[in-house]
């Protein structure tokens, strides 16, 4: 089993910048790829960005390509998700996932229900 623990959450103003931590422990071993998802009040969880321990491929929702970056830290068994340019739309509970399934292409990550071990969020408040 990995456990999970977010960190890195906070309330900032539109166009500044916050970094996301998210440590993992226990089986690491077991877990193929990371990813961050966002849920809003009132809206669905949506994925944000997900990378592979093994290789760093990374893959992104088109909302957040050129201001996210997520990256990992193999030694550290830490995924982080640098978001830059924040805007009122990234206010969310932000939370990051694992999955021990190896896909062929990165983009079949962005689909929650591979996901199977779960942080317990950290609030991002973007004010205008």
């Known amino acids: 089993q990995v456990q999970l623990v977010e960190s890195g959450g906070g309330l900032v103003q539109a166009g500044d910048s916050l970094k996301l931590s998210c440590a993992a422990s226990g089986r690491i071993f077991s877990s193929s790829a990371m990813g961050w998802f966002r849920q809003a009040p009132g809206k669905e969880r949506e994925f944000v960005a997900a990378?592979?321990?093994?290789?760093?491929?990374?893959y992104y929702t088109e909302s957040v390509k050129g201001r996210f970056t997520i990256s990992r830290d193999n030694a550290q068994n830490t995924v982080y998700l640098q978001m830059n340019n924040l805007k009122p739309e990234d206010t969310a509970v932000y939370s990051c996932a694992a999955t021990s399934r190896v896909l062929s292409s990165m983009s079949m990550y962005s689909s929650i229900r591979l996901y199977d071990t779960w942080g317990q969020g950290t609030q991002v408040t973007v004010s205008s």
């Open positions: 990378i592979r321990w093994s290789s760093g491929s990374t």
